[in-house]
């Protein structure tokens, strides 16, 4: 970026300590704008080698360790990634600073926060996926005691907002696995501003692991249609992080 000459050194000093701030304040599991770039370029073989923004560790119902998961993603040579556990962050703190002891100055993959929260959305359960939202927001905060939403507090609306206010993404979970239709789902979602869906996604257990081609490129169309980010994930629960179950 280029600035205008400045003769005086306490304006100088300002801009830098100003520039400094404003980067601090942004730490690489909250940039969103980073994160956006990704799901912009998110393909059917991103995940599970590349890409992976869906998984459970034993924080909430997966059993994995938030360590064994770290270890089996740089294993893997995953370049980004979320853990997205229910209604928690224990298992995101334990893998960043697993991250950070191990690398401080260069930490790969690039971790974002995440989570995925139990809402009510056109009178059916569905999935909604938070990313790179700051875990320390009051607005999140409701959401991270480790027990779904009730009532009001369930509403898709209320919890895409509380996503956004948190400085989050907001992603639909597996669109075509409610019993409402998927088209309908997806409408409603984006009606309510939600910020993507999880395009990539396999319906079954496959062994390997591989997206659903006919319910992916169904998402996929949809998603076009109403101009929201892609997202994928193995949404792993077992020990292997190349497996759903
Ligand atoms: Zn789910
Ligand atoms: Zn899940």
Not at 217 to 243: A, E, M, P
Request: net charge negative; glycine share 6%.
């Amino acid at each position: 970026m280029a600035h205008a000459p400045v003769s005086n050194p306490h304006q100088v000093a300002l801009q830098v300590s100003l520039e400094a701030a404003t980067h601090k304040t942004i730490p690489a599991a909250q940039d969103t704008l980073a994160l956006r770039q990704v799901f912009q370029n998110i393909q059917a073989d991103s995940c599970p080698y590349t890409y992976n923004f869906h998984m459970h560790t034993a924080c909430s119902d997966g059993k994995l360790q938030p360590e064994s998961l770290m270890e089996q993603a740089l294993h893997l040579g995953l370049r980004g990634m979320a853990i997205t556990d229910h209604h928690t962050v224990k298992g995101y703190k334990f893998a960043q600073q697993w991250l950070l002891d191990r690398s401080p100055e260069n930490p790969i993959p690039h971790l974002w926060t995440g989570v995925e929260i139990t809402s009510r959305l056109i009178g059916t359960e569905v999935h909604i996926l938070g990313y790179g939202f700051n875990p320390d927001h009051q607005s999140i905060l409701p959401y991270l005691q480790g027990t779904a939403p009730q009532e009001e507090q369930a509403h898709a609306a209320q919890v895409i907002r509380a996503i956004q206010q948190a400085g989050g993404l907001a992603v639909l979970a597996h669109p075509a696995r409610y019993r409402q239709p998927t088209e309908q789902v997806i409408e409603a979602a984006a009606s309510l501003g939600i910020d993507g869906v999880e395009t990539y996604y396999a319906y079954n257990n496959p062994n390997p692991w591989q997206t659903s081609p006919e319910q992916s490129q169904q998402v996929k169309s949809l998603s076009v249609f109403y101009n929201l980010l892609d997202t994928c994930g193995t949404d792993t629960h077992g020990l292997d992080l190349l497996r759903r179950i």
